[in-house]
């Protein structure tokens, strides 16, 4: 999978927030061999320097990062985050999430699309996280988007995939982007089941923080994903309304009386 | 000159950004600012001057989905 330019081998995308230790989080990102992670920028104590160790930890890993503007609900919010993020992680990666409503976290996809915009110009590679409307993945895609990420459900709902239908749409409106989705996932079948569909990737966070063995929920979560896709590559049969039976009918011997 | 600092006003007596990371214990800490909602880089600490009633944001990596 090429992401901006980019050759990734796991088609998992992992966030960093909500474990319950640093170790486990480790555990966790090196159980589901995300070759991504997310993470955000949050205010710093010089006194108590939280964020230190939480960075020498990923550095650790290995892994790339893919910062959030998480928590944003303006464009000049999510711009300023964004520029600040790509200083500190050194990358032109950015999860652009602009917030339109509080109960939902759905996003302004209005704002969205002009905060692509901008940050597109300034040579961001912006991963949007976006509704599966094909009115506002045709913006982003001319603000200058090369990914797009749809949600599931809503963040942290772990409804799984609300609206498959809208969700085939777009994947077959928009079958030579990447697509990943991002957010409402709560079990590997919903993984899979997106992955079936012919979605790139999965984006996904509170499923595995919040997992009672958080680095098997990992591990269960790339094998699912590693199925769904298999199976999508290999053509799934159409599904019927009516049964039609497997055995063959002729053939079958006459042994009524 | 006050300044309000992550949200909670205080007093501090340096003139520029870097001397106020400095005055405030960020030495060698990785972290990125902004000052009165717009990113300051890290190169332009040093020339950028602070003014009374500036509100300075610092930002370190954090967990995050």
């Known amino acids: 999978m090429r992401l901006y330019e980019v050759e990734v081998a796991s088609r998992l995308l992992l966030g960093t927030a909500q474990y319950p230790s640093p170790s486990i989080l480790a555990e966790a990102v090196r159980a589901s061999s995300a070759d991504i992670v997310t993470v955000s920028l949050r205010r710093e104590s010089g006194r108590l320097r939280e964020g230190q160790d939480f960075w020498s930890l990923i550095r650790e890993l290995g892994v790339r990062v893919l910062p959030n503007t998480a928590g944003c609900h303006s464009v000049k919010e999510a711009v300023t985050t964004a520029e600040m993020a790509r200083e500190i992680f050194a990358t032109d990666w950015i999860k652009l999430e602009v917030i339109g409503e509080a109960d939902t976290l759905q996003p302004d996809v209005f704002g969205l699309a002009e905060a692509a915009r901008i940050l597109c110009a300034d040579g961001f590679s912006v991963f949007p996280y976006m509704t599966e409307d094909l009115v506002v993945a045709d913006r982003l895609l001319e603000a200058g988007c090369k990914v797009l990420m749809p949600w599931g459900a809503p963040i942290g709902s772990g409804k799984g995939l609300n609206n498959p239908f809208g969700l085939r749409a777009l994947r077959a409106h928009f079958s030579d982007v990447p697509l990943i989705i991002d957010a409402g996932v709560g079990l590997p079948s919903h993984a899979a089941a997106a992955m079936e569909l012919g979605y790139d990737a999965i984006l996904l966070n509170t499923a595995v923080a919040k997992a009672g063995d958080p680095p098997a929920m990992a591990r269960a979560f790339a094998l699912a994903i590693e199925a769904g896709r298999a199976a999508y590559l290999a053509g799934p049969m159409e599904a019927r309304d009516m049964a039609a039976p497997s055995t063959p009918v002729i053939g079958k011997p006459s042994l009524t009386g | ?65």
């Open chain 2, 1 to 65: 000159m006050r300044i309000t600092i992550n949200g909670v006003e205080r007093e501090l007596a340096a003139a520029t950004l870097a001397a106020a990371l400095k005055a405030l214990d960020y030495g060698g800490s990785i972290v990125a600012t902004a000052l009165n909602g717009h990113f300051v880089p890290a190169r332009k600490r040093e020339t950028t001057k602070l003014a009374e009633g500036d509100r300075l944001e610092i930002v370190a990596p954090r967990q995050g989905g």
